[in-house]
């Protein structure tokens, strides 16, 4: 997947005006593979390449125990805490959209608000992957990666 | 999946270690851990059970450095190695960009590596990979053990393609770099073909 930089921005303030109506702590897009999109919010104090991974796993493990169970998916996880509360849910396909809210929010206003702004945010992701896919098939002189050399990379290793 | 993200000028690649139980994925991870830089490495997360097997997985970041001016990440992964865990290591493949395989010397696992082999083979399939194309690296780990198969019967055994193989003893480190070298290595190559 490709994220570019004028996308990151749009999700970006997707996002914060979610974190904003939903009175919301931290507002997190992560892939299903655990890579982590885009983060608004008090993130600083959290471990959020952690975060992305676990809630990626997280995910995964219910994923699998709902088809176990005869259903699809479970569209949406609530963990809930003393102080700290966390909200997954899958925005389309692909992406998990992590809330995590306190005492100044609920899990209806979080739950409402997610509701309402998912939609917007799903086609934003979606023109992102058509965008990602389009330039994976056709455009690859753009990349610039398509000509790294084993010098790029053995530089890495500091040989 | 390779995610390359513009706006933080950042590559991110997933590495699964793969093997039969015991056999010494997480202490490839560990020794990793214990070796890089705190200022490139994350936290090490183990999911384990509480007699510390690996119950889902380990996980563990790692930043190699810059190219192109990218900051390349690679997300490190061990999957459970115990058979009844085969859910889990199906759901951690997800999205993978190289695969090593981490197998045990010692004669009483060469049937153990076998089957993980053949397990991995198949869930790389259910996944939509493909062992043969997918970047690869074979390790035999515990050379150090009284009991080790000769490399060269191992080999014959466990090799599947042109993989690179390493010879390692985790718990000291042999090997363990000059494995994640080769696997980050195949994997960036892979970026010019795909970006």
Known sequence: ?159 | MTFINYAAREINCKIVYYGPGLGGKTTNLKWIYGKSNPTSRGKLISLATETDRTLFFDFLPLDLGTIRGFKTRFHLYTVPGQVFYDASRKLILKGVDGVVFVADSQSARMEANVESLKNLRSNLRDQGYDLARVPYVLQLNKRDMATAVPVEEMKRQLVMRDEAVFEAVAQNGTGVFDTLKAIARMVLGELRKTA
């Open chain 1, 1 to 159: 997947m490709v994220l570019h930089e004028e996308d990151f921005h749009l999700i970006k303030d997707l996002i914060q005006r979610l974190r904003a109506e939903a009175n919301a702590r931290v507002i997190c897009l992560v892939d299903r593979n655990g890579q982590q999109i885009a983060c608004v919010g008090e993130a600083e104090r959290l471990d959020m390449t952690a975060l992305a991974s676990l809630a990626a796993g997280n995910v995964a493990a219910t994923d699998s125990l709902a088809r176990l169970i005869g259903e699809k998916d479970f569209s949406t996880l609530y963990h809930e805490g003393e102080k700290d509360n966390l909200h997954l849910s899958m925005v389309g396909d692909k992406v998990i959209l992590v809330v995590i809210f306190d005492e100044r929010s609920s899990l209806g206003l979080v739950r409402l608000r997610v509701k309402k702004h998912a939609p917007e945010l799903g086609a934003a992701l979606e023109r992102m992957r058509q965008k990602s896919l389009k330039a994976k098939s056709g455009k690859a002189a753009a990349s610039p990666f398509t000509d790294i050399t084993d010098e790029d990379i053995d530089s890495l290793f500091g040989n």
